[in-house]
T-cell receptor, first 115, second 113 residues
Framework: DTGVSQDPRHKITKRGQNVTFRCDPI?????LYWYRQTLGQGPEFLTY????????KSRLLSDRFSAERPKGSFSTLEIQRTEQGDSAMYLC?????????????FGQGTRLTVV | TQLLEQSPQFLSIQEGENLTVYCNSS?????LQWYRQEPGEGPVLLVT?????EVKKLKRLTFQFGDARKDSSLHITAAQPGDTGLYLC?????????????FGKGTLLTVNP
């Protein structure tokens, strides 16, 4: 399978715990994104990497959130001191840098439930 | 802030019917993408349109990008139960932020056998 891979698919955690998600993009893609999707909404942009550099972070990404892409390949998204409002589907996507458009390919997502 | 409005929000039809869903904005986008998402899964890219007035066909699905690149439509001919899902449109920002996609809330389509 050469698509975007996310792990785990589901995570249930207690409020206050830390969680970390992993994303493996399509191998030749240099751009990687994290989005968050809540029930009844479309995905919302969280952050963007070009190779290993994190070039943009949304205001949605509070100080409790941190994302890394240490070698320009896989990425991790960590949430510290989880809150119930963090419950959502966390989606990773990747793309090749293009001049006029971005064809982003998404993984299957990690469903986070904070209880 | 760029916003995308999708309509209708919900659509339930019988197998064999035709349908059109819409994606509208007051903003101009560099590109527009349509995705289909099934419950518990990530969005799957269907098509990207870039040029104003562009029409693309994917089997029974026809996608159109508005002349002003502010709106788009998706038409499905002879819908089948396998077409059931959440259809999302997403616009690429203009200029240096063209990597960032703004999504609509989607149209939830149910095709009944």
């Amino acid at each position: 399978d050469t698509g975007v891979s996310q792990d785990p698919r589901h995570k249930i955690t207690k409020r206050g715990q830390n969680v970390t998600f992993r994303c493996d993009p399509i191998s030749e893609h240099n751009r990687l994104y994290w989005y968050r999707q809540t029930l009844g909404q479309g995905p919302e942009f969280l952050t963007y990497f070009q190779n290993e550099a994190q070039l943009e972070k949304s205001r949605l990404l509070s100080d409790r959130f941190s994302a890394e892409r240490p070698k320009g390949s896989f990425s991790t998204l960590e949430i510290q001191r989880t809150e119930q409002g963090d419950s959502a589907m966390y989606l990773c996507a990747s793309s090749l840098r293009g001049l006029t458009n971005t064809e982003a390919f998404f993984g299957q997502g990690t469903r986070l439930t904070v209880v | 802030t760029q916003l995308l409005e999708q309509s209708p929000q919900f659509l339930s039809i019988q197998e064999g019917e035709n349908l059109t869903v819409y994606c509208n904005s007051s903003s101009v986008f560099s590109s527009l993408q349509w995705y289909r998402q099934e419950p518990g899964e990530g969005p799957v890219l269907l098509v990207t349109v870039v040029t104003g007035g562009e029409v693309k066909k994917l089997k029974r699905l026809t996608f159109q990008f508005g002349d002003a690149r502010k709106d788009s439509s998706l038409h499905i001919t002879a819908a089948q139960p396998g077409d059931t899902g959440l259809y999302l449109c997403a616009g690429g920002a203009r200029g240096g932020s063209n990597y960032k996609l703004t999504f609509g809330k989607g149209t939830l389509l149910t095709v009944n056998p």
